[in-house]
């Protein structure tokens, strides 16, 4: 370890900036944010590996490299520094190597592979040479084999020797049910498949050939089988009942099937985390979504179940609260995992038998990862409001900071305060949210406001950093953000109200924390304005379309004319089993298509935005509400961004996007401004 040390050397967790007195947050600046995720402890405790992503501005692209910190907090090692992220990291169970995935060397359209790095020493190895991308991975207890889940290479996709001959592109042929997916574009035979690494041999042995996606493979305590989650039946793409299922660690193994109810197990869609096996190995726990017919909706409980298959036991039953992430205790008499509460994410534990459950890191915060260590101890990955993710050590009933990543950055900067609100809806719904003030900020004063709203709409604010909220707040704008009927953290029903009635509850939800802020006397009623992406977008175009008070708004990657989305987007499973088809249910489809035929009713001066290659929400779909309004005459401007999915990831594209959002605003809400271009 000594050698690794030396030829890393201890490198500072966060650049060092210019010595100056705090400055307003401007776009700019979020270039120079950290992202820290993905926590795991050395196999001794001693160290804890965490990966930290950041803008890198000359190439335009962001850079993900590994790092390590000392448990006691005495270093930070950076691990990697290649210009190509590098995502991942994982010790083996002795210690010896540290795992990574990274597309080094393998071009601009690299598919991810798995390198090693021998801590004794040397440069780190790739040991996978694939023509698909390793998608995750999880070292076997004995450290002698790796499970991975692989993605098929693409058969259409063009060498790179075929396009600087400039081959015709061959013929797209579909014939699948769910034909596009965003990022990875028309869906076509490629799947994904379990397969074993042998560390000593590096031969790596496909499990589970065939026509299904596996996903969060999880190693049995002896090494000796697997539990994954894959969708099966006679057409996987017409369902979303995902299972548990178990395989022997051997070549020409074949799958048992664990859990057989019609609801979603451990879904990879809802982010709730790989099974656990129990340290005995007699049970797996597992996340449990909710019937088909909820949807996204659906609560999310902790079960277990015999690890030979059987029933399903709930620990959570009657909470009425989503949990994700599980992971044993070391003595497998409870549970640890994630709560998701009104705003919060929070850690919690439940005995193995089921019964109360204990808040162990409680408070308002986001955590949205947690690892526990070989002696007890606890690493969590936290968030508040006027603190960006980082890694801490739980310990004595507080958090001690490891990775430190954006200390020096916020001493640069002023951010707005952020407090919890509640409202009352029109039907007297309590409705959450925060209010955010501008930097500098005068009681008595009242201040142009900007209402932003969450995607999803299964998501929530939480009381965690959000970046688009300070810059608009160090522009001078008060933000109201709302978490209406349709978000999660307040329990099914609340979660459920907008099932097929989108827009209508919601909005009224959403008017009710901007009323709250007006009648605080904090925003102005003559200067309010609204804006979200995805759903956000959806429900802003909702407001704009129902209510007259919003003088500007920006709309991103949204949705108004909902017939337009069937076959065109991502979501037919979600438009069927909610909504019905077009044809036979056309009252629901017109009824939450509301913004579009109801354009001639909008006037609010509106920016729409959308990435040119999302198949998530379609570009057609914001193309449609921008036309709409240019055929009315109203203030509109539409923003494309090139070769984008739904997620705008490109650095300069990422500043754009804030710096429009502060022009509209400025334009429309701040008499006599000027733009915000260049910040």
Not at 84 to 89: A, G, I, L, V, Y
Not at 334 to 348: K, M, N
Not at 602 to 626: A, H, R, S
Request: net charge neutral; aromatic share 10%.
């Amino acid at each position: 370890m000594k050698k690794l040390l030396l030829l890393l050397g201890v490198l500072a967790p966060a650049a060092a900036w210019a010595q100056s007195a705090p400055h307003p947050l401007t776009a700019r600046d979020l270039q120079q944010l950290r992202d820290v995720k993905d926590a795991h402890f050395s196999p001794d405790g001693q160290w804890v590996t965490y990966v930290v992503s950041q803008a890198d501005t000359a190439a335009d692209k962001n850079n993900a490299d590994v790092w390590m910190a000392r448990y006691d907090g005495s270093r930070n090692l950076r691990v990697t520094t290649s210009p190509d992220n590098e995502t991942s990291p994982r010790f083996s169970p002795d210690g010896t190597y540290l795992s990574f995935l990274s597309s080094r060397g393998e071009g601009e359209e690299g598919h991810a592979q798995l390198w090693l790095l021998n801590r004794n020493g040397g440069e780190a190895e790739k040991v996978t040479k694939l023509k698909g991308s390793v998608q995750d991975y999880v070292w076997a207890p004995d450290g002698k084999r790796l499970a991975l889940i692989i993605r098929d290479a693409d058969p259409d996709s063009l060498t790179q020797v075929q396009r600087a001959k400039k081959k015709t592109p061959p013929v797209i042929v579909i014939d699948r049910f769910q034909f596009k997916q965003d990022v990875d574009g028309y869906l076509n035979k490629q799947r994904q498949h379990l397969y074993v690494f042998d560390v000593a041999t590096r031969k790596l042995v496909n499990l589970t050939p065939g026509r299904y996606d596996e996903h969060a493979p999880a190693w049995s305590p002896d090494s000796k089988q697997l539990v994954f989650v894959s969708k099966r039946g006679e057409d996987p793409d017409r369902h979303d009942n995902f299972d548990l299922y178990a395989i022997d660690a051997t070549p020409g193994a074949q799958p048992r099937q664990l859990t057989t109810t019609d609801v979603a197990d451990s879904a990879p869609s809802n982010w709730s985390g790989r099974p656990a096996w129990s340290p005995d190995g007699k049970q797996i726990a597992f996340v449990e979504g909710g019937p088909k017919e909820q949807l996204v909706y659906g609560l999310h409980q902790l079960a277990v179940i015999p690890a030979t298959g059987g029933t399903p036991r709930l620990l959570t039953q009657g909470l009425d609260r989503n949990t994700l992430k599980p992971q044993w205790s070391k003595d497998g008499k409870s549970l640890y995992f994630l709560l998701e509460d009104d705003r919060a994410q929070v850690l919690a534990r439940v005995s193995a038998t089921g019964g109360k459950v204990e808040r162990v890191l409680d408070g308002q915060r986001e955590i949205t990862e947690f690892e526990l260590g070989p002696k007890g101890q606890v690493v969590v990955v936290n968030s508040e409001p006027l603190l960006p993710d980082e890694v801490f050590a739980f310990e004595k009933k507080g958090l001690r900071p490891l990775s430190k990543q954006n200390d020096a950055w916020l001493k640069t900067v002023q951010l707005g305060a952020v407090e919890p609100i509640q409202a009352k809806s029109k039907d007297g719904t309590l409705v959450s949210g925060f209010v955010v003030k501008p930097v500098g900020y005068q009681a008595g004063q009242k201040y142009p406001t900007v209402l932003r709203i969450h995607g999803g709409p299964v998501s929530q604010f939480a009381y965690s950093f959000s970046p688009e909220w300070q810059v608009l707040a160090a522009r001078g704008y008060a933000v109201v953000a709302s978490n209406p009927r349709g978000s999660s953290g307040r329990g099914l029903e609340y979660c459920r109200a907008i099932y097929a009635d989108w827009g209508n509850k919601d909005s009224d939800d959403a008017l009710a924390v901007v009323d709250y802020a007006v009648q605080q006397g904090v925003a102005d009623p003559g200067r309010l304005g609204v804006g979200g992406w995805s759903y956000g977008g959806i429900l802003t175009d909702h407001l704009i379309a129902r209510d007259k008070r919003f003088k500007a708004a920006t709309s991103g990657a949204g949705i108004a004319n909902v017939l337009a989305g069937y076959g065109t987007d991502q979501y037919i499973r979600d438009y069927e089993t909610e909504l019905g088809t077009p044809w036979d249910h056309t009252d629901v489809w017109m009824r939450i298509s509301y913004p579009f035929f109801h354009a001639g009713q909008i006037n609010t001066p509106t920016l729409f935005l959308c990435g040119e290659k999302d198949f998530n929400v379609p570009l057609l779909n914001t193309e449609q509400m921008y036309q709409a309004l240019q055929s009315r005459k109203v203030p509109t401007q539409l923003i494309i961004y090139p070769g984008q999915f739904h997620g705008i990831s490109k650095p300069s594209y990422v500043k754009d996007r804030y710096d429009r959002y502060l022009a509209w605003y400025d334009k429309y809400l701040k008499a006599g401004s000027t733009s915000a271009g260049g910040q």
